[in-house]
């Protein structure tokens, strides 16, 4: 498939060549995945899907587009490049796009990521639903009489991508994936009714939890949502729980982009060196992680991937500069997008972090909200426990945190030993002292 994969690239590169890009850059992407849920102790879906696509970027005479398509077929993608091309000629002129220098693509490492599990190809049909069966089965059970539903699932597959640029990049990647999770839903007082989910992504089957052990979580958050309310409004020390703190510091992350920067709507642009939180917070970078999701040996542009120190104990060191916006910044550039992101975790558990908190709300997830990436001001509800002497001893709902990015960080006073394995961040609880929730 990978030299199937070059061959085709390499023919588009010169087909676009021919109908006069004076550059291209095409991406192809190749996936089969497999999906199963269950409801009621049943089959509810059960897909098996195969897909393959190229996206085709042009460059002619200052002008840039980017296309896609699906199907594969020469004699359609010469019809397909062709138009592309012509239709690219009549966009307005953006000087500053353009494929990359070359020197960009250099000092890319050759290493085995281990982002392919060999044991997906012999994975069959029996295991699929043994491994969903007893996802439900164990969520069920754990929830008990207080079960109004609950679906379970599971989605495995396997993906190849191949990138070629017309001045000399070329790079392949490929990787597994499995996914189990369930969801369930309630019955609580009254017309109450809870729902919450537990959910693993991990590339190798091994690396995921027992089947047993993702619906019980699912069960466990659903009932420790029984009985929430909303509290009076109080300063109080807050922990944000490990699976959910991308959500809120996605906020700041955007900030640190290129886009963001250059249309000035970034609170962190002349930040550069400067104290944007607690000297608890350091975020790197790491590309070469690896099994990790978000590990690579390029972006998206096929910038060499490098490891970086994006904030350390709390001093912002870099931002996410794309080739395109490093030209209109007059920037270096970096790379467009994170890659696998992590922040040293510390030594003590959440459970250990509580009782020496006293009072205090374990956040364990978020509801709506927004935050402004030209001001940094955030505004968003949460859920949780609210606990006592290291006890949960309230679920809350209906409350919300509004603060400034740039004030609620440098409250950060302790990182716990929990990063989240599950995801392309690997970010540990985190814990913010002074943080008005706002209830009745």
Known sequence: MKQDMHDLA??????AKSAGAGACRIRIDSERSVEIGYRDRKPETIKEAATKGLGLEIFVDGRYSSMSTSDLRKDALKDFIGRAVAQTKLLAEDPFRTLPDPKSYEGRREIDLEQVDPAHRSLTPEDRHAFVKSIEASCLAAGGDKVISVTAGSTDGHGEQLMMASNGFEGYSEVTYFVGSASMTGKDEGDRRPAEYGVAVALKRKDLPKPE?????????????????????ETLPVIIENRVVSRFGGGFLQAMFGRSIQ??????????????????LTLIDDPFVKGAQGSRLFDGEGLAAKKRVMIESGVLKEFYIDWYYGRKLGWEPTSGSPSTLIVPPGKRSVAEIMKDLGRGILITGFIGGNSN??????????????????????????MNIADNHLKIWQRLVEVANDPYPYSSQMFPSLVFQEVVVSGV
Not at 213 to 233: S, V
Not at 263 to 280: I, P
Request: charged share 30%; glycine share 12%; hydrophobic share 40%.
């Open 10 to 15: 390499a023919w588009g590169i010169k087909e």
């Open 213 to 233: 052990e993702i619906g019980a979580d699912a069960a466990r958050r659903t009932l420790a949502l029984f009985g929430a309310k909303k509290l009076k409004t």
């Open 263 to 280: 249309q000035r709507q970034s609170f962190l642009a002349d930040k550069k060196g400067q104290k944007v939180a607690s000297d608890k």
């Open 373 to 398: 990436s030209t001001t940094g001001d955030t505004s968003i509800g949460i859920v949780g426990q609210l606990f006592e002497k290291g006890v949960p001893v309230q679920a809350v709902a209906e």
